[in-house]
């Protein structure tokens, strides 16, 4: 049986962008994805004929953190936008911790990062939390997420 989740895979249009993209939010580059393809992956995948290439990325220091997989599909290109709305069928966002997010939300505002909205609060049983939504170059939905405990939601 499967005991973590290890990574989640992002397809992207142009790798570069993307990188830049992903450091200007906070992750960290740990190794290289060397441009690859062939019948392992075509089996794999159920891709015909595949070539890909893309960078591994982590946020924070900590090893067990789930990776991020940029993927630059070069053969079948990649292609279009990811999905339309949220509440589509399938993974819908990835949701990324900050420990103060409306330092973090001003800071990446200040780099050009567009917002759906400014941070909402969404109110639970055993305290809050603040959280934001916003976009990567090819439409991916990240999510910024602060938890806040009672005694901090009553302030």
């Avoid at 939010?25 to 070539?51: C, V």
């Avoid at 939390?129 to 990567?136: A, G, I, K, N, Q």
């Amino acid at each position: 049986m499967a005991d973590s989740i290890y990574g989640v895979s992002v397809n992207c249009t142009n790798l570069e962008r993307s990188l830049e993209f992903y450091r200007a939010i906070g992750f960290k580059e740990i190794g290289d994805i060397a441009e690859s393809g062939g019948g392992a992956l075509e089996k794999a995948l159920r891709i015909p004929n595949p070539r890909a290439r893309g960078r591994l990325l982590k946020l924070g220091d900590d090893p067990r953190a789930i990776n991020l997989n940029l993927i630059e599909w070069i053969s079948p290109r990649t292609e279009g936008r990811a999905y339309p709305r949220l509440n589509h069928a399938g993974i819908s966002r990835i949701a990324l911790h900050t420990s103060n997010l409306q330092k973090t939300y001003e800071e990446l505002k200040s780099k050009g990062i567009e917002f759906y909205s400014e941070p909402q609060v969404m109110q639970f049983p055993n305290g809050s939390s603040l959280f934001v939504c916003f976009e990567d170059p090819d439409g991916t939905v990240l999510e910024l997420l602060e938890f806040r405990p009672v005694e901090a939601s009553r302030t």
